[in-house]
T-cell receptor, first 115, second 112 residues
Framework: DAMVIQNPRYQVTQFGKPVTLSCSQT?????MYWYQQKSSQAPKLLFH???????NEADTPDNFQSRRPNTSFCFLDIRSPGLGDAAMYLC??????????????FGPGTRLTVL | AQSVTQPDIHITVSEGASLELRCNYS??????LFWYVQSPGQGLQLLLK????DTLVQGIKGFEAEFKRSQSSFNLRKPSVHWSDAAEYFC??????????WGAGTKLIIKP
């Protein structure tokens, strides 16, 4: 089945220790997104790629970086995690159809714990 | 300003009772609207979407939603809820920059 896969599902890191979360998709979608979601809140968009074009949200901290080496994979790097970065990180994809007539498909998320 | 309002943070419904979750949006163009459901610790699953055409849209798991342009609303309904429907429900629309504008979510609690 075509899908969005996130690894690992649970990640524990130490304060200040870099961590990388991964996302892969078999949907061959043009757009990939990274969201941060804290408990009982809506997802917050961190950045997205349209193909190789990177789009950073204005309020995404510099501590967060992303890489998309090819269509299928996208990575979220947190350079120096703080306690406030503990959250669920969701990857999503969409075809990127013009005008917003588009649908995002979500992965199961990675739960990040910062000790 | 673009926004989605879900006025109910929590809703408690008895199993077997009907459900309506409210959603209002503010957007200067034709909205492409979505309802997503999220079970605890899980990702988001699309319940249904409205792009155009019939304003009553059917989704998965027996859900439906009605788009009312005059009221800027896209309320979600289900005639009879099951315990497995307990989850958080998010209303959203896609803007022209491929970004979803989200409501704050409504947590649905099912009473046995």
């Amino acid at each position: 089945d075509a899908m969005v896969i996130q690894n690992p599902r649970y990640q524990v890191t130490q304060f200040g220790k870099p961590v990388t979360l991964s996302c892969s998709q078999t949907l061959n979608h043009n757009v990939m997104y990274w969201y941060q979601q804290k408990s009982s809140q809506a997802p917050k968009l961190l950045f997205h790629y349209y193909d190789k074009d990177f789009n950073n949200e204005a309020d995404t901290p510099d501590n967060f970086q992303s890489r998309r080496p090819n269509t299928s994979f996208c990575f979220l790097d947190i350079r120096s995690p703080g306690l406030g970065d503990a959250a669920m990180y969701l990857c999503a994809t969409s075809m990127g159809l013009a005008g917003g007539r588009d649908e995002q498909f979500f992965g199961p998320g990675t739960r990040l714990t910062v000790l | 300003a673009q926004s989605v309002t879900q006025p109910d943070i929590h809703i408690t419904v008895s199993e077997g009772a009907s459900l309506e979750l409210r959603c209002n949006y503010s957007y200067g163009a034709t909205p492409y609207l979505f309802w997503y459901v999220q079970s605890p610790g899980q990702g988001l699953q699309l319940l249904l979407k409205y792009f155009s055409g019939d304003t009553l849209v059917q989704g998965i798991k027996g859900f439906e939603a009605e788009f009312k342009r005059s009221q800027s609303s896209f309320n979600l309904r289900k005639p009879s809820v099951h315990w497995s429907d307990a989850a958080e429900y998010f209303c959203a629309f896609m803007d022209s920059n491929y970004q979803l504008i989200w409501g704050a979510g409504t947590k649905l609690i099912i009473k046995p």
